[in-house]
Antibody
């Protein structure tokens, strides 16, 4: 059974930093591209970041570019999201999400973690 | 990248059919058959219901179906059941090699 378990969420002051982790199980992590998707309280889903299986390709939403860093450690089978210069508008549940491959792209998401809540407030 | 446009809410009676629209642009929905739909119950993670416009993952009821015409995709739920009451989000791959979601539609089963 595929599982994705996020950790590292919490309360942080504006301008602060936080690192989220995602521990996958039930599939061969090293062969899948992964994403972070967030959802602000009472709002819709927003794609945040993508990383290919080898970390060769990384993409970010404009709203987090330059502040967030996605990374992975295939040896440790873990996915990370380093969040710096946090703002109130970054307050959200952050989901670790597995992507599905079609040809050379990964156009949709098949498994989601339960999410980690990040609250940015003074 | 602007969010895809969905109606904020739709409703239907048990047994009826409902359709949720998802309108994008020629840079996303109109460019690829990579539209997917997700169901989200309160406090839960989203669940993939439809991928590549009209395909259902294993285990998803055949009451759920998808289609696309031009820049607009649609999700139809037939034989509406109380358990279908949830938020629904569409998503599309884009020509910028990124992903965009719709704003979400709250489905109420009357």
């Amino acid at each position: 059974e595929v599982q994705l378990v996020e950790s590292g969420g919490g309360l942080v002051q504006p301008g602060g930093s936080l690192r989220l982790s995602c521990e996958p199980s039930g599939f061969t992590f090293t062969t899948y591209s992964m994403n972070w998707v967030r959802q602000a309280p009472g709002k819709g889903l927003e794609w945040v970041a993508y990383i290919s299986s080898s970390s060769a390709t990384i993409k970010y939403a404009d709203s987090v570019k330059g502040r967030f860093t996605i990374s992975r450690d295939n040896a440790k089978k873990s996915l990370y999201l380093q969040m710096n210069s946090l703002r109130a508008e970054d307050t959200a549940v952050y989901y670790c999400v597995r992507a599905v491959r079609i040809g050379g792209i990964w156009p949709y998401f098949d498994y989601w973690g339960q999410g980690a809540l990040v609250t940015v407030s003074s | 990248q602007s969010a895809l446009t969905q109606p904020a809410s739709v409703s239907g009676s048990p047994g009826q059919s409902i359709t949720i629209s998802c309108t994008g642009t020629s840079s996303d929905v109109g460019s690829y058959n990579y539209v997917s739909w997700y169901q989200q119950h309160p406090g839960k993670a989203p669940k993939l219901m439809i991928y590549e416009v009209s395909n259902r993952p294993s285990g998803v009821s055949n009451r759920f179906s998808g289609s696309k015409s031009g820049n607009t995709a649609s999700l139809t739920i037939s034989g509406l059941q109380a358990e279908d009451e949830a938020d629904y989000y569409c998503s599309s791959y884009t020509t910028s090699n990124t992903w965009v979601f719709g704003g979400g539609t709250k489905l109420t089963a009357l």
